[in-house]
């Protein structure tokens, strides 16, 4: 780890060059080691899953409640 930057309320948002990225609910956001960038929804569920510099994503269907009901995907990514 090269820093850190603390945000409001003493988070931490992100970290030095090359490091997680994390939203202000404390979700990863950008994995840069598996280069992928996770959008969440309204319930701080995972939404999409995108893979960077690529067409490729993973879509998580979730109900009001938040019941996965299932994925869909643009080719597919293997996430380890």
Same mark, same amino acid.
């Given at each position: 780890v090269?820093?850190?930057a603390?945000?409001?309320?003493?988070?931490?948002?992100?970290?030095? @060059?090359?490091?997680?990225?994390?939203?202000?609910?404390?979700?990863?956001?950008?994995?840069?080691?598996?280069n992928?960038?996770?959008?969440?929804?309204?319930?701080n569920?995972p939404?999409k899953?995108e893979e960077?510099?690529? @067409?490729?994503?993973?879509?998580?269907?979730n109900?009001?409640?938040?019941?996965?009901?299932?994925? @869909?995907?643009?080719k597919?990514?293997?996430?380890?």
């Amino acid at each position: 780890v090269v820093g850190f930057a603390f945000g409001i309320k003493n988070n931490l948002p992100r970290t030095g @060059a090359g490091d997680y990225t994390y939203d202000h609910n404390g979700n990863m956001v950008v994995d840069p080691h598996k280069n992928i960038t996770t959008t969440y929804n309204h319930l701080n569920l995972p939404e999409k899953i995108e893979e960077n510099d690529s @067409a490729k994503f993973i879509e998580i269907i979730n109900d009001a409640i938040g019941t996965n009901s299932g994925t @869909a995907s643009k080719k597919m990514i293997q996430i380890r």
